[in-house]
């Protein structure tokens, strides 16, 4: 099986849009390899899965399905059989039973992370100054503008629903953990990975390498859809 047979489809976090996977999918497509990013809505877990699985079904082949942050929940709640690897990046992965908020707030929050409420609506903004001082803080100035003025609000019934039974048990999994990660504690993401068993790849990145570092995040995407190719 060649890469051509297997596809990629990435999923999002919060206060992005699939935009934010620009430059991981040109170096995708730089060696072949076709992706499509997920608009979710990022109004419920439930309907974020939705529109996850509608993705899906306009994808051929076997996939490899990558989420960035929030969306390490989103892609592990997937029931299609043609999900045959997931890749976390700097992403939130609670176990059955968790909530995101579990695992997002389960140690103390860097210095620099935001406070995080809802608004008027209900709805939880990224301060604009967080992004370049949490969000991504190696990303150039063009790039921030970019970031603050895309970004989607997220509802908390995104983040504090009990998930099932996660597809990361049954697939295997690639996590790659970002050492400067000012928004999800580099020590949360190891116990994640490690507690999933997934492939490690450990990097000097933060928060958002998929706009900051994109050719590690292609290059560990790639790992997974050879891996699955090989099958």
């Known amino acids: ?50 529109v996850l699985t509608r993705t899906l079904e306009r994808v051929e082949g076997d996939i490899v399905l990558a989420g960035h942050a929030y969306a390490g929940a989103v892609i592990a709640e997937t029931r299609s059989p043609r ?16 909530t995101v908020a579990d695992v997002f707030y389960r140690l103390p929050p860097h210095p620099f992370a935001p406070k995080l409420a809802p608004d008027a609506n209900g709805l939880i903004w990224l301060p604009e100054p967080a ?3 949490a969000f991504a ?25 009990p998930v099932g039974r996660p597809l990361w048990k049954d697939v295997p999994s ?3 953990v970002a050492e400067d ?28 390498p998929i706009v900051t570092a994109p050719t590690q995040v292609a290059d560990i995407i790639k790992d997974a859809v050879h891996s699955i190719s090989q099958r």
């Open 1 to 50: 099986m060649a890469n051509k047979d297997v596809s990629v489809v990435l999923a999002h976090g919060a206060w992005a849009d699939g935009s934010s996977w620009a430059r991981v999918i040109t170096a995708l497509d730089a060696d072949g390899i076709k992706a499509v990013a997920a608009p979710l809505p990022l109004t419920s877990l439930a309907d974020d899965v939705a």
């Open 131 to 133: 992004f370049a001082s």
């Open 181 to 208: 990660d000012r928004m999800i504690a580099p020590e949360t993401q190891r116990f994640m990975a490690a507690r999933m068993k997934a492939v490690i790849r450990a990097h000097a990145v933060d928060h958002s």
């Open 83 to 98: 999900v045959k690897a997931l890749v976390y990046v700097a992403a939130l992965a609670p176990d059955e039973g968790e």
């Open 137 to 161: 803080q190696c990303a150039r100035s063009e790039d921030l503008a970019v970031l603050a003025a895309v970004q989607r609000p997220i509802s908390p019934a995104c983040i504090t629903v």
């Open 174 to 176: 690639w996590f790659l």
